[in-house]
């Protein structure tokens, strides 16, 4: 089961983080502080898995990561979870946001948090791996946007109405309308 999905860049800044246990916000900023200083001093040339530190599940933990760029994609995944499996799931996910994104970046993590995140829930909820199939997640983000706009369209339609009421001119009242005389709320 994955246990946590952590993206961080060379300093050491979390871009992402998402506990799939429940952690005190104290122990998870511990847990990112202990992944990057266990991921960070490796060299580009060894391998990417690595024993877990103390702070998750002990010795039933290991950290599986790829380091793209500026940044760092970290699973903590437990025992049961192949490690080929989860680098794969890493490339998923990130060519998925490279997709999305048309040339992801650190920034796009920063100010497009809330699509990030349905992204990586397209991909994995609960600690389970929903779908792997990047074609069917680009799919599913595509359906969201769109209904997205759709409904920015609607939540717009009230201004769009006063705005055209307001546009209507009037040269006087029409004969035959009797407006009641309302309190003023100056």
Do not use: W
């Not at 946001?97 to 699509?115: A, M, P, Q, S």
């Not at 069917?136 to 705005?163: C, F, M, T, W, Y």
């Amino acid at each position: 089961m994955i246990k946590a999905i952590l993206v961080f860049n060379n300093h050491g800044k979390p871009r992402l983080s998402k506990f799939y246990q429940h952690f005190t916000e104290d122990v998870q900023q511990q847990i990112i502080r202990e992944t990057f200083q266990l991921v960070s001093k490796r060299e580009d040339n060894v391998c990417n898995f690595l024993e877990g530190g103390s702070l998750i599940a002990g010795e039933d933990y290991k950290l599986i990561y790829r380091h793209y760029a500026t940044l760092y994609f970290v699973f903590c995944v437990d025992s049961s979870e192949s490690e080929l499996g989860i680098l794969d799931l890493i490339q998923v996910l990130v060519e998925t946001l490279d997709k999305c994104f048309e040339n992801v970046c650190e920034l796009d993590l920063i100010f497009h948090v809330d699509r990030v995140h349905y992204i990586l829930q397209e991909i994995v909820m609960g600690g389970m791996v929903l779908e792997t199939n990047m074609a069917d997640i680009i799919a599913h983000v595509q359906a969201q946007d769109k209904l997205e706009k759709n409904e920015a369209g609607l939540s717009a339609a009230p201004a769009r109405a006063v705005s055209a009421i307001k546009s209507v001119n009037l040269p006087s009242l029409p004969a035959g309308i009797n407006l009641p005389n309302l309190p003023s709320f100056k």
